[in-house]
């Protein structure tokens, strides 16, 4: 070991992140297997070079992963702020890492489908849960059960998302996802000035608040710019000065479609379209420019013909798309209220479950930039209010099943916050019903937030990402923050409470109950150690092998009936 590396060891020991970095790193492969990372708002994404390689059960068995989600990379749930704490010690340790933290070749123990990796590599709170062949009776589903059935339900949903569409749909979230650090930085000082300009504190800073708030919104179609370029493979910052037309304010005197053009006209949608000619336009001088004049000719075209096309086309086509989703929003709100929240609250984790949820992304971005908060964030956001109503209720229900209570505690912080997946594939879409109880939670609270905008009061958020009572300090609307908060705060009531009263009354069938509150294998076990085997097996099962700890008497398992 290099005297460098001891030394970076020895002063990240002190470092809470850096010891999360340091347990993540070897079981996913080690610094090898990692060709890239990066992280969003709850996760850090990496992508691999041997899937294989990742021991998923040591994983998510750490105290501080909150749960992996399985998509075009590797998500590794961390939880807000905790998530851009550590993924930079983990980028450290990939690029400094000594050749003993290099990725291993596979064996039989970390080759199989997620969650089934050898007993020795499974730490403590995951080996309650022990594979049985589906014609023997088994002990109760366990989390690590739960867990296995989420990422065999979470791996057939990547493979359907694999289309056209919902891959393109991805690629739009990955330009628009980078953006919401800020999005949710500047939505909250903007609320911060809202609150001392209506209460008339501090008048001399309120005017360095509204700069800060509104600087980045301003250029916010540049940014758009920059990352379409660079995910679609071309250079950014041609992709940010295509889009940069869209903003300047010389654009007044230009007139298109018989109309004089507005700066800003277009918004994120103008700018997305703008980057993504520029990339075409950019690839094809690529082709045909020759290299010695490569360097003048290629930016001089790139920049000349995108910016044309922007300005007499996408600005004022965009423009009008953008004025429509916001028409579309408030009429569908305003005619539909109760029923309209009530369905879209409902149908979010679908749509999460589907990638469809990648749509919505820029057009949260679209109505931010016209009206300065989206309508549609609150009332998706009750989804997970009728999640954490839902994991209520399988709490109590379940309530011999210690390993999937276990579970839920150290889930539901995060859920209040906002951050849902690891109830989600941890708890209720493994056991099926609970998953549409929750659904059923969402769209109450959905439906109570619709219902007062239609009665004439508007809850928007200035940022998307955030959800649950992480979103309380985004709220803006076209009332005061108290009224504002108050309403969203009553439908995240409701969707705890009809999430809560669906699962608890309807989220079980009585033998998915006597299935979960059967006693574990451990349980089960202890008296029989001390008092020898039983003189009769349960029926129609026998013991793979003379092990000291036969299977339970009347154990039973769901064994594969997930309801969805």
């Not at 609320?191 to 309120?206: E, Q, V």
């Amino acid at each position: 070991m290099s005297t460098d590396s001891t030394k970076d060891r020895a002063e990240g020991s002190g470092n809470p992140h850096r010891r999360i970095a340091e347990a993540i790193l070897p079981l996913v492969g080690g610094a090898a297997n990692v060709t890239s990372v990066t992280h969003c708002m709850t996760r850090m994404r990496l992508a691999l070079a041997d899937r294989s390689l990742v021991q998923d059960k040591a994983l998510k068995a750490l105290p501080d992963v909150m749960g992996v989600v399985e998509d075009d990379t590797y998500q590794i749930v961390l939880g807000p702020g905790k998530v851009a704490r550590v993924t930079p010690e983990f980028e450290a340790l990939t690029r400094q890492a000594d050749p003993g933290t290099a990725a291993q070749p596979a064996t039989a123990s970390n080759t199989t489908a997620p969650d089934t990796d050898a007993p020795d590599a499974v730490t403590p709170r995951s080996t309650a849960a022990q594979a049985t062949a589906p014609d023997t009776p088994a002990a109760a589903k366990t989390a690590d059960d739960l867990a296995a059935e989420g990422a065999a339900l979470r791996a057939a949903r990547k493979e359907k998302n694999a289309t056209p569409v919902k891959l393109m749909l991805r690629r739009i979230a990955n330009i628009f996802v980078p953006l919401i650090p800020a999005l949710i930085g500047c939505g909250i000082v903007a609320g911060l000035n809202g609150l001392f300009t209506n209460a008339g504190w501090l008048p001399s800073l309120t005017p360095a608040l509204a700069a800060i708030a509104s600087g980045f919104m301003s250029l916010i179609a540049v940014f758009v710019g920059i990352n379409t370029a660079r995910e679609f493979g071309g250079t950014p910052v041609l992709g940010g000065a295509a889009a940069a037309v869209i903003v300047f304010p010389g654009v007044a005197d230009v007139s298109a479609f018989g109309e004089k053009l507005a700066p800003g006209q277009g918004g994120v949608l103008g700018a997305l379209f703008a980057a993504l000619l520029a990339v075409y336009v950019e690839k094809g001088c690529r082709r045909v420019v020759p290299s010695a004049v490569d360097v003048l000719v290629t930016p001089t075209l790139t920049v000349l013909v995108s910016g044309l096309v922007t300005l007499f086309g996408l600005m004022f086509v965009c423009g009008e798309i953008a004025t429509g989703i916001g028409h579309l929003a408030d009429w569908l709100l305003d005619h539909g209220g109760a029923a309209a929240g009530f369905v879209l609250g409902g149908l979010f984790l679908p749509l999460v479950m589907l990638g469809l949820h990648q749509a919505l992304i820029p057009i949260h971005t679209t109505l931010i930039d016209q009206s300065g908060y989206t309508v549609l964030l609150p009332i998706l956001a009750m989804a997970g209010a009728g999640q954490v109503g839902a994991a209520v209720a399988i709490y109590l229900r379940l309530h011999r099943n210690t390993s999937i209570r276990k579970t839920i505690r150290s889930a539901l912080p995060a859920g209040f916050l906002g951050v849902g997946e690891p109830l989600i594939y941890g708890v209720s879409l493994p056991l099926g019903r609970p998953f549409i109880t929750a659904c059923v939670g969402g769209a109450f609270g959905g439906g109570v937030v619709g219902l007062f905008y239609q009665l004439g009061t508007s809850v928007g958020s200035t940022a998307i990402g955030p959800s649950g009572w992480a979103l309380f300090p985004l709220l803006k609307g076209n009332h005061g923050l108290g009224a504002i908060a108050a309403i969203y705060g009553l439908g995240l009531a409701a969707g705890y409470l009809a999430g809560f009263v669906a699962t608890y009354f309807f989220g079980f069938s009585k033998q998915m109950l006597a299935d979960l509150n059967a006693p574990s294998e451990s349980e089960a076990a202890e008296p029989e150690t001390a008092s020898g085997p039983s003189p009769e097996p349960p029926a129609g099962g026998t013991a793979p092998d003379p092990a000291p700890a036969p299977a339970p008497a009347g154990g039973g398992s769901l064994g594969g009936g997930s309801l969805v």
